[in-house]
């Protein structure tokens, strides 16, 4: 069992109703920052990205650092690039599947940041989770593509400290394709309950060219999905499931510096109730190590997960749709 050191909410009550989708990072100059997306409800046009900062023993009031015009804002990602600067990507548009991608930068570790670049059709940087960020300065960043009927997980891979990107993929689960009718004109299992596929994956190290993926499945798989790279990310296999339940929502994991991977995620079929953290040797076979939330019916859910220098383990996420809570493990 991990002792907790702290749990938190970031903020009491803000200037929004509605928020989701953290992302955590430990400044290189002391602290920690937190962005998340919050407006009225998810896909409104007033969803902006918002930003608070933990330099002391108090979080900073949430201030907005990005909106876009006349449409909502997703999935902020915080992480820095071994030239020491501390980048941030966010997605826009009215949905998922009509998704563009944006991104700033910081040399100054969040004090002020550079013009918003808009990224090439078809290029997302980390779709949700942060990126893998090897020692050589080689960035991994998982992203992936929803469509109305499947869901791909590609790779970004960058040798230049995330400026440019080659894309990889994708990577799928074999056997998962919906069947379309065409002399109908129907489209079966068009639920996104019955999609098929896997999105938003989370990319750890295992040793120093095998790389471990694992992503959100739909309730099709209702499994977390892992698709393993022997050569730093440059080819993958094809994703399978392991014993490990998803219920369509978001995961994160992470290589603690004792080699071991953590994980965090909703051990359930169906909800995001409870919200849970597991640790593994090999990366596959998981031991439950503590419950964060488990109030039934509620939503817990896109946790973001990071081990600070201090080896405390730092996890966000989403808490009931209404605040972002901050929980501090020793593992």
């Not at 992203?143 to 799928?172: C, L, M």
């Not at 040797?281 to 990071?306: A, R, W």
């Not at 220098?309 to 972002?324: E, K, P």
Request: glycine share 8%; aromatic share 10%.
């Amino acid at each position: 069992m991990s002792q907790v050191q702290r749990s938190e909410y970031i903020f009491e009550q803000g200037p929004f109703s509605s928020c989701h989708a953290s992302s955590i990072v430990a400044l290189k100059n002391g602290g920690l920052m937190v962005a998340w997306f919050a407006g009225t409800a998810e896909g409104n046009q007033d969803v902006a990205i918002w930003i608070s900062k933990k330099i002391s023993a108090q979080w900073t009031p949430p201030i907005e650092i990005v909106r876009e015009s006349n449409t909502p804002c997703w999935n902020p990602v915080l992480f820095y690039t071994n030239d020491n600067r501390l980048w941030f990507y966010y997605k826009y548009g009215t949905h998922p599947t009509t998704w563009s991608a944006a991104r700033k930068y910081s040399d100054d570790h969040g004090l002020t940041w550079s013009t918003s670049e808009y990224l090439p059709a078809g290029l997302y940087g980390p779709i949700r989770a942060k990126p893998l960020v090897l020692t050589n300065g080689i960035v991994v960043s998982g992203t992936s593509v929803e469509s109305y009927h499947n869901w791909a997980v590609w790779i970004e891979r960058s040798t230049d400290h995330g400026k440019t990107f080659q894309k990889i993929g994708p990577i799928t689960v074999p056997g998962n394709t919906t069947q379309h009718d065409s002399a109908q004109g129907t489209t079966h299992d068009f639920d996104w309950n019955r999609t098929h596929g896997i999105i938003q994956p989370s990319i750890v190290s295992l040793s120093k060219k095998h790389l471990r993926l694992y992503a959100r499945s739909t309730a099709r798989t209702g499994r977390i999905v892992i698709a393993d790279s022997y050569d730093q990310g440059k080819t993958w296999t094809q994703g399978r499931p392991i014993q490990v339940l998803n219920p369509n929502s978001g995961i994160d994991a992470s290589t603690l510096s004792d080699g071991r991977i953590v994980l965090v995620y909703n051990n359930t079929a169906e909800g995001r109730s409870p919200l849970n953290v597991a640790v593994s040797k090999d990366g596959e076979q998981f031991t439950m190590i503590y419950t964060l939330e488990d109030t039934p019916g509620g939503e817990f859910s896109y946790p973001n997960v990071i081990q600070s220098s201090d080896g405390l383990i730092h996890i966000t996420y989403t808490w009931l749709r209404q605040r972002i809570k901050h929980v501090v493990l020793k593992p």
